[in-house]
Each structure stands twice: as C-alpha cells, then as structure tokens.
C-alpha cells in the first residue's frame, strides 16, 4: 500500500547523527583529506602573525577553504562563504559541525594579503614532489606554453598612453610649481590641474594574440609528457613576449624537479635563436619550428631550393645562376644579409615564372645564425618533430582547458602578485587531481629502478628507449602510407 506524505519535523537536537557517516568513502574531498598534508601550513605562516589580539582562524582552515574556491569554481569568496553551511562535504573538509561558527568572506582576502605568494608557492610545490615521488613527472620531454587571462578591468577607465604621461607630466610640473612658490594658488598654466588617473588594475595590459584582445595577464606553463604534470608556472602580464621566458622558464623547472629534459617543444612563438643557442650548449634538443621557417608557396620555389655556398658566402638558385651578398653588415632588425642577383639574369630566366614575379630580381634573406636556425629544424627526424608537435597540442592546450574549469581564464582578483595566487592554486589543484587519479597506482618498472640509478640517468634513458619505439612505430606506419599510395593495387581484395 502506498506510505504517508513525508513530512520532515524540526528537530532541536539529533543525537544518532554523524556528519562524518554523511560523506560518502569516494567523495574527492575524503580523498584529499587523507593524502594532503597541510600541517606545515601553521609553521610556514607563524611569523605573519602578531602575539596579542584576538586569535585568528585556524590557517588550515583558510587554505582549505581557498582550495574550495577554485577546487568547485566558486565565483567569488562571499558565495563560497554563503553557499559553505549547505554542503555537509566542504563542512567536513574544513573541520566543522553543523552548529559551528562560520567565518566572515573578509578573513580569506586578510590572509592571502598576509601570507603573500610564497606560501601558495610551498603549497604546489609539495603537491608536485608527491606527483615526482610517484613516478609521474618522467622529465625526459617536457612541453612550454602560455594563456591569456582577463583581468579584473573596467574598460570605461582605460587612457591611451599618451594622455597617461602627460597627465603624469603635468602633475609633477605642478607639484614643482607649488614646492617652489609659496602661494601654489594654481598650476603654471592657471587652469586646474586634471583629476587624479584612477585605474581598476594598473598592472594590467593589453595584448592581441591572434583573434584572441585581451587587458589583464598571461600565464606561462610548462608541463611534463608523461601524465601532463605542471612543474612551473610564470605569471607576467599580457604583453611580454612568451619567447623570452623559456630560459627563466627551464630554470624553474630543473630547481622544482631535479631533472635536466632531454627535448623541450613549444610553438613557433619560442623559436628565437637566442633560445636555439642556449638548448644548443647546454646538450638540450629543441622541437619548436622558427617563425621564418618553411613558408612555402604552391608551385613557388622557396629558400630551401636555393644552395648556400659557405667559403664563397653566395647562394646558387635552381637554374645555376649566383646570388651575391649586398651588405657588410646585415639589418639591425632582423639581423639578416640580403643576397641578390643582376636585373638583366632574372628577366631572361626560363624559371622566372616559378621563381620569381616583381619587377626586380630575385632576393634571398639568411639571418646571422642561419647555421644555428638549421641546426634546430633537423636536430630531430621529421616524424618525430609532427608527433611532437601534435602531442604538444593535446597535452598543452589539456592543461589549459581543464584549468578553466576552475576559473582559469578570468583573473578573480587585481594585482599581479594576486593573479599569481590564483595560478599557484589552479595549477595545484590540477596535478593534485592528477595524483589522486595514477598516483596510488603500482609502480612501473622506471620507478623501481629509480632506487638504483639516479634520476637524471634513468629519465634520460627512458626517454630515449621511447623516442627509438615511437620512431620505429611511425617509420613503419610512414612505409605503409607510402606503399598504398604508390601501389594501391596491393591492397584491393
């Protein structure tokens, strides 16, 4: 028969009820309690705290609750707070009761301005050496990349930069005009001095990548092959150039590590010879394609066609005819030489057509470093450069992708060393989930060894026994595709 309508009796005290026996065992947050040390966390952020006045939360607590925010992609730290008494989980991650009182939505933004970056930094670091610890970060290819991310801007308080110094300009003129006359009745023009520039976050900038207009920042990553673990993050804002960062970038990650990689792969963005040089004498192979190369034309002929002469410093073109240097000293720009030969041999060539079609003749660009640019471009075969270059894509633009679903792409906060805060947190929470999913697997053959051989040794090794197999893989797969399309009579049935 059909039961009474459920009716639900307020009760005034409960006494068989157990807000530990409410979270069920494969709740996330059960599984980070248990695996997530975070005692150091009290003796990291001792010294920021006074010895009188009214005692503060407990920092644990705080640190738990900021991972909350980006761990459920919380929009702000008030809704974190309010939405906090009706989720029995998040109370019984944070150590409270249903009766407990809750903290204020101001407490998380006073301890994040009192502990400063350096105690997130602790944080992902700890979580990275746990993911290294369970044989997740390999170290032998590693993978470089950056994101823009929005800041917290008002685009109606946005000057151009003009109207910016000659309003800063004509303040300090003012300011001189006051100190030196006593009356400082007026500015020297006699007019008032215009209003104070107000801006909603100074250390933001605008940047244009591609279909891509952002005002706020840019995070530089760099992420291991082998599960997608990020060893080290960078937080500039939007107008540094990605390019410049891969040394500083490298040196993060050998310190977080302990591992030198043998492969670094990055887009064309990083591909500057001054990155070339520095992987080229510290033994490190480069798989990043140079923004000036391989530009080709259908049915044109490129540089590539044309046959460089060291000792006579000329180019030869396909019909045989020599192009010569123009200049002593190349473009202080591009840092290149132009080589070039007569009017009269270019018109008269039957080859013009596919050559060349100006008015003038043909011309030729070598940079400076050409034999370094060359050296990069054929350091690795070119099946092993594509899958790279398309393993580069899904594990760089993966990271990126699950990061916003944590609030990655829109700064909650304003300030650089803020937005690092938030980075810091982000990139934590991802390698902790990625822990939590392969890390308490059984360990792998390479990580059993780790005990005997030292790590440098035995990641490079490692990885070049899969770069043998992976070359072999495609070099067979290449010969097939070959075969069927010369001999497609092979394969009918």
């Known amino acids: 028969m059909m039961g009474p309508a459920q009716q639900r009796d307020g009760k005034l005290f409960y006494t068989s009820f157990n807000l530990d026996d409410r979270i069920r065992p494969d709740n996330p947050l059960r599984q980070i309690q248990q695996h997530l040390d975070l005692t150091w966390v009290r003796m990291a952020v001792a010294d920021r705290y006074g010895s009188t006045g009214n005692p503060s939360i407990d920092p644990i607590i705080l640190l738990k609750l900021m991972l909350l925010l980006f761990l459920e992609n919380i929009p702000s730290e008030r809704e974190l707070l309010r939405r906090l008494p009706e989720r029995l989980d998040w109370l019984w991650f944070c150590q409270y009761d249903l009766d407990s009182e809750l903290p204020g939505h101001s407490v998380l933004s006073k301890a994040r301005r009192r502990w400063g970056p350096e105690v997130f930094t602790t944080l992902f670091l700890r979580i990275l050496q746990q993911c290294i610890d369970a044989g997740l970060v390999d170290g032998s290819v590693i993978h470089m990349d950056s994101s823009l991310i929005q800041g917290d801007v008002s685009v109606d308080s946005l000057q151009p930069a003009w109207v910016v110094q000659a309003q800063q300009l004509y303040r300090q003129l003012d300011q001189a005009e006051s100190e030196s006359s006593s009356s400082a009745e007026s500015s020297p023009s006699g007019k008032t001095p215009p209003a104070k520039l107000r801006s909603t976050d100074p250390q933001a900038r605008a940047r244009v990548k591609g279909s891509q207009k952002v005002i706020g920042y840019q995070e530089h990553r760099c992420v291991d092959d082998a599960y997608g673990i990020i060893t080290t993050t960078k937080m500039t804002d939007a107008s540094v150039n990605e390019g410049q960062t891969l040394p500083e970038m490298l040196e993060r990650h050998e310190t977080n590590t302990e591992m030198t990689p043998v492969t670094v792969v990055a887009d064309n963005a990083y591909g500057l010879v001054e990155n070339y040089k520095m992987l080229r004498e510290r033994g490190i192979t480069p798989c990043i394609p140079h923004p000036e190369h391989s530009r080709k034309t259908q049915g044109k002929f490129c540089r590539d066609d044309f046959t460089y002469d060291a000792p006579k410093d000329c180019y030869f073109c396909p019909a045989g005819q020599r192009l010569t240097r123009q200049t002593d000293k190349?473009?202080?720009?591009?840092?290149?030489?132009?080589?070039?030969?007569?009017?009269?041999?270019?018109?008269?060539?039957?080859?013009?057509?596919?050559?060349?079609?100006?008015?003038?003749?043909?011309?030729?660009?070598?940079?400076?470093?050409?034999?370094?640019?060359?050296?990069?471009?054929?350091?690795?075969?070119?099946?092993?450069?594509?899958?790279?270059?398309?393993?580069?894509?899904?594990?760089?633009?993966?990271?990126?992708?699950?990061?916003?679903?944590?609030?990655?792409?829109?700064?909650?906060?304003?300030?650089?060393?803020?937005?690092?805060?938030?980075?810091?947190?982000?990139?934590?929470?991802?390698?902790?989930?990625?822990?939590?999913?392969?890390?308490?697997?059984?360990?792998?053959?390479?990580?059993?060894?780790?005990?005997?051989?030292?790590?440098?040794?035995?990641?490079?090794?490692?990885?070049?026994?899969?770069?043998?197999?992976?070359?072999?893989?495609?070099?067979?797969?290449?010969?097939?595709?070959?075969?069927?399309?010369?001999?497609?009579?092979?394969?009918?049935?």
């Not at 679903?405 to 947190?425: D, P």
């Not at 697997?441 to 060894?449: D, E, I, Q």
């Open 330 to 493: 190349p473009d202080a720009t591009r840092r290149e030489h132009m080589y070039m030969t007569g009017r009269g041999i270019c018109q008269a060539c039957p080859l013009r057509a596919r050559c060349y079609t100006g008015n003038y003749c043909k011309r030729i660009h070598r940079h400076m470093d050409q034999d370094t640019i060359d050296w990069a471009d054929g350091c690795l075969p070119p099946h092993r450069r594509r899958t790279l270059l398309r393993h580069r894509t899904t594990t760089m633009e993966g990271s990126f992708g699950d990061a916003v679903n944590h609030g990655f792409k829109r700064a909650r906060w304003r300030g650089l060393w803020r937005v690092r805060i938030q980075s810091l947190l982000i990139a934590a929470i991802q390698n902790l989930r990625k822990w939590l999913k392969y890390g308490r697997r059984s360990p792998t053959k390479p990580a059993l060894l780790a005990s005997v051989l030292p790590r440098n040794v035995l990641s490079a090794a490692f990885g070049h026994a899969m770069a043998v197999v992976r070359c072999w893989h495609e070099g067979i797969l290449d010969f097939v595709t070959l075969l069927i399309q010369k001999r497609p009579y092979v394969f009918l049935v």
